[in-house]
């Protein structure tokens, strides 16, 4: 009876330390961010690109670095979201018959998930090449849209399967198609799709490897596809290489508005996955 | 059994994998009439009712030979098309699954994918079937609400009205009402009987006590064949085979 109740005590004690690690690790780094971005985070940090001199501790900011993420992350989202959504529909809707295609399918995108997002980088130089793009928004949008899709395949395919079998048969014995039938689905899984869209912008904002050929770098707001653009990952990493106290503080700076871009876009989806809830069955 | 049939099935085997799940079955289904299927869990029951509007299509690894003819019109027949055949019939399943919509919406999804655009037309199909299921009254002020607002038994009758709005000619209940409290269950059953009159009815059940209150027929399943198929009180009180004789008195399940 004593060696249960400290069976149950031990475990306890663990899962409570391991909570306190996880949970204390995530304070901390917000915390180090906080601590040593915030005396360098100014107006200018997000109104004014680099000027001259910005990376020896002269004035600017890195308004070229946060519009090139956005642009790089949102465009390869939204790709990723035209890309996927199909797939996803199409894995589980039209291809009932033939289990093994799909399995191999689903293996496949499992498997691009795993890759490291340096390769992607390298496939989507490659492309370039083979186009003739030079570093670009464009070549950064396409090689980040390939680390993203095995995410958004993968979760919209798990949200897809948990709609029950039932439902399709609902809409199915009222006489709908395939496709009316899907976009039921889609309604049914709006607040999934919001998941993967976090999923996807996330790990496409912090992504340095893929954008690292392929974006470039430029200290300008690009006003084209065909223009290098910042991106934040490379723009924190270039200024904490530096020796100057002043743009090392910057980088920290830039961290913290990454970090805060983050957290909006999952507060915004979180809100968003509560509204279109509202119907799920 | 003097009237035309409405569903008449042909030597119709289905496989799943290498399972035979329905073997040879062949009957005629009367028309305006509530028929029940009843059999023990596993005997093919549901499978022989979802044959009936080819939802069975979607199966992964599944072999249907032979006819079903629907209004003298054989649905698997290479150029069938489906979705004609599917709106022929309502179908009502075990729990109730509202599509992700309002009140309304569900109810007018049907007419509006068949091309009903008009909101008079709409409006007035949706509380005519609404009425017809006894809910307008317990939704007519909260339309727009969410349909999984409804409790499950109203949400039962919605799912109902929803396949009664495309002017379906069958209903089909796969065991319709085993979700619900018994009150929403009469409730039902009492639909089913009103309907009669205007729809063929098959239903899957367990429940011998429902087959009894409710059906005109009934079919007995068991092993993936049918075993007997006559009027409610000869099978039920008086079985010609000793398998029907052994389920009806509860020896077999």
């Given at each position: 009876?004593r060696r249960?109740?400290?069976?149950?005590?031990?475990f306890k004690l663990?899962?409570?330390?391991?909570?306190?690690?996880?949970a204390?690790?995530?304070?901390?780094i917000?915390?180090?961010?906080?601590?040593?971005?915030?005396?360098?985070?100014n107006?200018?940090?997000?109104?004014?690109t680099?000027g001259g001199?910005?990376?020896?501790g002269k004035?600017?900011?890195?308004?070229n670095?946060?519009v090139?993420?956005l642009?790089?992350?949102?465009g390869?989202?939204?790709?990723g979201?035209?890309?996927s959504?199909p797939?996803?529909l199409?894995?589980?809707?039209y291809?009932?018959?033939k289990?093994?295609l799909?399995n191999?399918?689903?293996?496949?995108?499992?498997v691009?998930?795993?890759i490291?997002?340096?390769?992607?980088g390298?496939?989507g130089?490659?492309i370039?090449?083979?186009?003739?793009?030079?570093?670009?928004l464009?070549?950064g949008?396409?090689?980040?849209?390939?680390?993203?899709?095995p995410?958004?395949?993968?979760?919209?395919d798990?949200?897809?399967r948990t709609?029950?079998l039932?439902?399709?048969?609902?809409?199915?014995?009222l006489?709908?198609?395939r496709?009316?039938m899907?976009?039921?689905?889609?309604?049914?899984?709006r607040?999934?799709?919001?998941?993967?869209i976090?999923?996807?912008?996330?790990?496409?904002?912090?992504?340095?490897?893929s954008?690292?050929?392929t974006?470039?770098?430029?200290?300008n707001?690009?006003?084209?596809?065909?223009e290098?653009a910042?991106?934040?990952?490379?723009?924190?990493f270039?200024?904490?290489g530096?020796?100057?106290?002043?743009?090392q503080g910057?980088?920290?700076?830039s961290?913290l508005?990454?970090?805060?871009i983050?957290?909006?876009?999952?507060?915004l989806?979180d809100i968003l996955i509560?509204?279109?809830s509202?119907?799920?069955? | 059994?003097?009237?035309?049939?409405?569903?008449?099935?042909?030597?119709?085997?289905?496989h799943?994998?290498?399972?035979?799940?329905?073997?040879?079955?062949n009957?005629?289904?009367?028309?305006?009439s509530?028929?029940?299927i009843?059999?023990?869990?596993?005997?093919?029951?549901?499978?022989?009712?979802k044959?009936f509007?080819?939802?069975?299509?979607?199966?992964?690894?599944?072999k249907?030979?032979?006819?079903?003819?629907?209004?003298?019109e054989?649905?698997?027949?290479?150029?069938?098309?489906v979705t004609?055949?599917?709106?022929?019939?309502?179908?009502l399943?075990?729990?109730?699954?509202?599509?992700?919509?309002?009140?309304?919406d569900?109810?007018?999804?049907?007419?509006?994918?068949?091309?009903?655009?008009?909101?008079?037309e709409?409006d007035?199909?949706?509380?005519?079937q609404?009425k017809?299921?006894?809910?307008?009254n317990?939704?007519?002020?909260?339309?727009?609400?969410?349909a999984?607002r409804?409790?499950?038994g109203?949400?039962?009758?919605?799912?109902l009205?929803?396949g009664?709005a495309?002017?379906?000619?069958?209903?089909?209940g796969?065991e319709?009402?085993s979700?619900?409290?018994?009150?929403s269950?009469a409730?039902?059953?009492?639909?089913?009987i009103?309907?009669?009159?205007k729809?063929?009815?098959?239903?899957?059940?367990?429940?011998?006590r429902q087959?009894?209150r409710v059906?005109?027929?009934?079919?007995f399943?068991?092993?993936?064949?049918?075993?007997?198929f006559?009027?409610t009180?000869?099978?039920?009180?008086?079985p010609?085979?000793?398998?029907?004789k052994?389920?009806?008195?509860?020896?077999?399940?």
């Amino acid at each position: 009876m004593r060696r249960r109740k400290l069976e149950e005590l031990f475990f306890k004690l663990l899962m409570v330390l391991a909570t306190i690690i996880v949970a204390g690790s995530f304070f901390l780094i917000v915390g180090t961010i906080f601590y040593k971005g915030v005396p360098y985070m100014n107006l200018d940090m997000i109104t004014k690109t680099p000027g001259g001199g910005f990376y020896i501790g002269k004035e600017g900011g890195v308004l070229n670095a946060i519009v090139g993420s956005l642009y790089v992350a949102g465009g390869a989202t939204i790709l990723g979201l035209l890309i996927s959504i199909p797939v996803a529909l199409y894995i589980n809707m039209y291809m009932d018959g033939k289990r093994f295609l799909s399995n191999t399918l689903r293996m496949a995108f499992d498997v691009l998930f795993g890759i490291p997002s340096i390769v992607y980088g390298a496939f989507g130089f490659l492309i370039m090449i083979y186009f003739g793009i030079r570093a670009s928004l464009l070549g950064g949008i396409i090689a980040v849209t390939l680390l993203v899709i095995p995410i958004l395949v993968r979760t919209l395919d798990e949200v897809i399967r948990t709609v029950p079998l039932e439902l399709r048969d609902a809409a199915l014995s009222l006489g709908s198609t395939r496709w009316e039938m899907a976009k039921v689905v889609l309604r049914q899984i709006r607040p999934g799709i919001f998941t993967a869209i976090l999923l996807a912008f996330g790990r496409g904002i912090g992504d340095v490897a893929s954008v690292l050929f392929t974006a470039g770098f430029s200290d300008n707001v690009p006003t084209s596809l065909h223009e290098p653009a910042a991106t934040l990952p490379l723009a924190i990493f270039f200024q904490l290489g530096s020796p100057v106290e002043e743009v090392q503080g910057r980088g920290y700076a830039s961290a913290l508005i990454l970090t805060i871009i983050v957290l909006i876009i999952t507060v915004l989806s979180d809100i968003l996955i509560k509204k279109y809830s509202k119907h799920k069955i | 059994m003097t009237q035309t049939p409405h569903i008449s099935v042909q030597h119709l085997n289905v496989h799943i994998a290498d399972q035979h799940i329905l073997k040879d079955i062949n009957i005629h289904i009367p028309d305006k009439s509530v028929i029940s299927i009843i059999g023990p869990s596993g005997c093919g029951k549901t499978t022989l009712l979802k044959s009936f509007n080819r939802l069975l299509d979607n199966t992964p690894d599944i072999k249907i030979t032979g006819n079903v003819l629907v209004d003298k019109e054989n649905i698997y027949a290479p150029d069938a098309e489906v979705t004609h055949i599917r709106k022929k019939m309502g179908l009502l399943s075990q729990r109730p699954y509202p599509l992700p919509m309002s009140i309304y919406d569900n109810v007018a999804y049907g007419p509006r994918i068949h091309g009903i655009r008009k909101k008079a037309e709409l409006d007035e199909l949706v509380e005519t079937q609404l009425k017809a299921t006894g809910l307008w009254n317990e939704v007519k002020d909260r339309l727009n609400a969410s349909a999984t607002r409804l409790s499950i038994g109203q949400q039962q009758r919605l799912c109902l009205a929803r396949g009664l709005a495309v002017g379906p000619e069958i209903i089909l209940g796969d065991e319709s009402t085993s979700a619900l409290d018994p009150v929403s269950t009469a409730i039902i059953e009492d639909l089913f009987i009103s309907l009669k009159e205007k729809y063929t009815i098959v239903l899957v059940t367990h429940i011998l006590r429902q087959a009894r209150r409710v059906s005109d027929y009934i079919i007995f399943v068991y092993m993936g064949k049918i075993i007997e198929f006559g009027p409610t009180e000869e099978v039920l009180l008086n079985p010609k085979e000793e398998l029907t004789k052994e389920y009806v008195k509860g020896y077999i399940s």
